[in-house]
């Protein structure tokens, strides 16, 4: 018999299927940050930065020796002022990220699935191998989510379909009716999980978050975060609004102290500020538009985003890849997202940032094209 007392705890297989989660880069290879300009274009922030209120409320945030509230009760209560929701059905978490590892760890188990469309966020992959389940990825239509492929790729061990509505990175989204119709088509015993965490950007008619579904059906659950228009990324805070029974479930398996006082602070503030996320909005619409416009100017395709970010696809010759673009940018100080794990090897993420930021990459797109 072998001899095995050398060898330690052994994960589960599935956890061993797991790519570790690569973010965005914060500093540019080759460019010293204390003697050059360097623009973080890479994590989808908000280049306004948090609502002067959220700042001033870290003033007066609680003391470090005292653990925060483990209910997040005044933040709940102001995330349902805002939307006008029963706070009763709302859970916090430390992002959104955790809110999705919850609902994964609720729901799925060995032998179970989850499906997600082909470049959807990479933490759903993530939290479904960790709570033991097959992860079903279903393809994608000019890389936008497709109902009935959703709906072809369900069995009857489908458990939970996570769908990013707008995705992350394609900036693509799919009209509420048709959110509505995917959900009519689900069997009640799937979760639909609608991860809204760039709802906030979106201008379209026929767009909405899923409150009314949520607020409507036993088996929706909808996740929203405070790192993209409400400029709090640093504090980890997200949340979520569900059903009774789901949310009953989270709270269940959630640390006791999940989200810390800082971050319910300031998220409790910026949610009141209105003028804050107004000027957020303005400023994406109108750099969005052009930044989209000089990229398709210089001969760079460009997926139509409703987001606060663009992807930018090359048409990877041996002189123009998007390895190579990507290099370029990060010699003038440009940093952007690689999406080469999202199956989108030939094109970069590039977060929409502040006027100066936004044209240096049209100038290093412009100068590196020209070469």
């Known amino acids: 018999m072998p001899d095995t007392s050398h060898r330690g705890p052994v994960p589960r297989a599935s956890v061993m299927k797991i790519a570790p989660y690569v973010p965005g880069k914060s500093q540019a290879s080759g460019v010293d940050p204390k003697s ?25 945030a609680p ?52 499906i997600y469309s082909e470049h959807g966020f990479l933490v759903y992959k993530i939290a479904i191998l960790a709570a033991g389940a097959e992860p079903v990825v279903v393809p994608e239509r000019d890389y936008t989510a497709e109902v009935d492929a959703i709906v072809a790729a369900v069995t ?26 995917l959900h009519a088509a689900l069997r009640p015993d799937i979760l639909l999980v609608l991860d809204a965490a760039y709802a906030e950007y979106v201008r379209r008619n026929d767009y909405e978050s899923g409150l009314e579904l949520v607020a409507n059906s036993a088996n929706v659950v909808m996740t929203r975060t405070f790192s993209k228009i409400f400029g709090l990324a640093n504090l980890r805070l997200g949340w979520c609004f569900g059903p009774e029974g789901v949310i009953d479930a989270i709270n269940r398996i959630r640390g006791p102290f999940n989200v810390n006082g800082a971050a319910l602070a300031a998220g ?33 395709k460009v997926t139509p985003s409703v987001g606060n970010f ?14 190579q673009a990507d290099n370029f940018l990060q010699a ?26 936004n044209l240096a990459v049209l ?9």
């Open 36 to 60: 050059g300009k360097v623009f973080k274009l890479s994590s989808n922030e908000n280049p306004l930065g948090p609502s002067p209120r959220a700042l001033a409320a870290l003033q007066d």
């Open 63 to 114: 003391r470090l020796e005292d653990y925060p509230d483990g209910s997040s009760t005044r933040l709940r209560q102001a995330i349902a002022n805002a939307h006008g929701l029963n706070p009763a059905r709302i859970v916090c978490g430390s992002g959104s990220d955790e809110i999705l590892s919850l609902l994964a760890y609720a729901y799925l188990g060995p032998g179970d699935e989850a």
């Open 268 to 300: 409790e503030a910026a949610i009141t500020d209105t003028d804050h996320v107004a000027r957020s909005v303005i400023h994406n619409e109108d750099w969005l538009k052009r930044m989209t416009k000089g990229c398709e100017a210089l001969g760079l």
């Open 332 to 357: 003038r100080g440009c940093v952007v997202r690689r999406v080469s794990a999202y199956g989108l090897p030939n094109a970069l993420r590039i977060t929409i940032g502040t006027e100066q930021a």
């Open 156 to 181: 009857a061990k489908t458990k939970v379909v996570f769908l990013a509505n707008p995705n992350n990175p394609t900036g693509t989204y799919i009209p509420f009716d048709e959110v509505k119709r």
């Open 363 to 371: 100038a290093a797109f412009k100068e590196f094209l020209s070469k």
């Open 310 to 323: 663009v992807l930018v696809h090359f048409p990877q010759t041996a002189q123009h890849s998007a390895e």
